[in-house]
């Protein structure tokens, strides 16, 4: 079984960037689609992004696409998920998950989920 533990998550000025990272142990990570849920206080889980097993497939929640990116890095068993142009929306509590099969926007597909980190994003 994957344990996934998150980091990188902090305060930052809107237009900033981070990188989380997710790095997975216990289990064959290349066998795992990975995605990135965040929760905002008061709302629901959301869909942010997902990588393919093998990194070739990747999708977006649309207010992200163009600001963030996903990649995968399967010799160091991690997940990477760069943010730019950083809003005040984008506050939230981000979660790494993984799934065996393909790619899901939906978190009731995966089956392995981290702790979570957390993003702040100031205006």
């Known amino acids: 079984q994957v344990q996934l533990v998150e980091s990188g998550g902090r305060l930052v000025q809107a237009g900033g960037s981070l990188r989380l990272s997710c790095a997975a142990s216990g289990g064959t990570f290349s066998r795992y689609a990975v995605g990135w849920f965040r929760q905002a206080p008061g709302k629901e889980r959301e869909f942010v992004a997902t990588v393919s097993k093998g990194g070739g497939s990747t999708y977006y929640q649309d207010s992200v696409k163009g600001r963030f990116t996903i990649s995968r890095d399967n010799a160091k068993n991690t997940v990477y998920l760069q943010m730019n142009s950083l809003k005040p929306e984008d506050t939230a509590v981000y979660y790494c998950?993984?799934?065996?099969?393909?790619?899901?926007?939906?978190?009731?597909?995966?089956?392995?989920w981290g702790q979570g980190t957390q993003v702040t994003v100031s205006s």
């Open positions: 998950a993984g799934k065996d099969g393909g790619n899901s926007r939906y978190g009731r597909d995966y089956a392995y």
